[in-house]
């Protein structure tokens, strides 16, 4: 892992525009603050896929009501059931 980071200035065109450029980047960041910068575009990042995934495809449907949560995983729980009971005992060899 690198202890020191460096800035590269490449000096093109205007000398004295390049060397004020280069005497305004006395920046030092810590490893924290990198770490806020990665994160922050990380954030963004995905915050900006989330919002396209939802223009595509719309939002999550609400979830059911409480009294309905226990029919919907009753009907899951036979549904598996089912496709088990298939699976092992109505295959073609």
Same mark, same amino acid.
């Given at each position: *892992?690198?202890?020191?980071?460096?800035?590269?200035?490449?000096?093109?065109?205007?000398?004295? *525009?390049?060397?004020? =450029?280069?005497?305004? $980047?006395?920046? !030092? #960041?810590? +490893? +924290?603050?990198?770490?806020?910068?990665?994160? @922050? !575009?990380?954030? $963004?990042?995905?915050?900006? /896929?989330?919002?396209?995934?939802? $223009? #595509?495809?719309?939002? @999550?449907?609400?979830?059911?009501?409480?009294?309905?949560?226990? =029919?919907?995983?009753?009907?899951?729980? =036979?549904?598996?059931?089912?496709?088990?009971?298939?699976? /092992?005992?109505? /295959? =073609?060899?």
């Amino acid at each position: *892992m690198w202890s020191k980071g460096a800035v590269v200035v490449v000096k093109r065109g205007d000398k004295a *525009m390049a060397d004020a =450029i280069e005497k305004g $980047l006395d920046i !030092r #960041y810590t +490893n +924290n603050d990198r770490y806020d910068l990665v994160k @922050n !575009r990380d954030r $963004l990042y995905w915050q900006a /896929k989330i919002d396209e995934a939802q $223009l #595509y495809y719309g939002t @999550n449907p609400a979830p059911p009501p409480k009294w309905a949560r226990k =029919i919907v995983a009753g009907f899951a729980f =036979i549904v598996y059931g089912f496709s088990v009971f298939v699976d /092992k005992y109505l /295959k =073609i060899h």
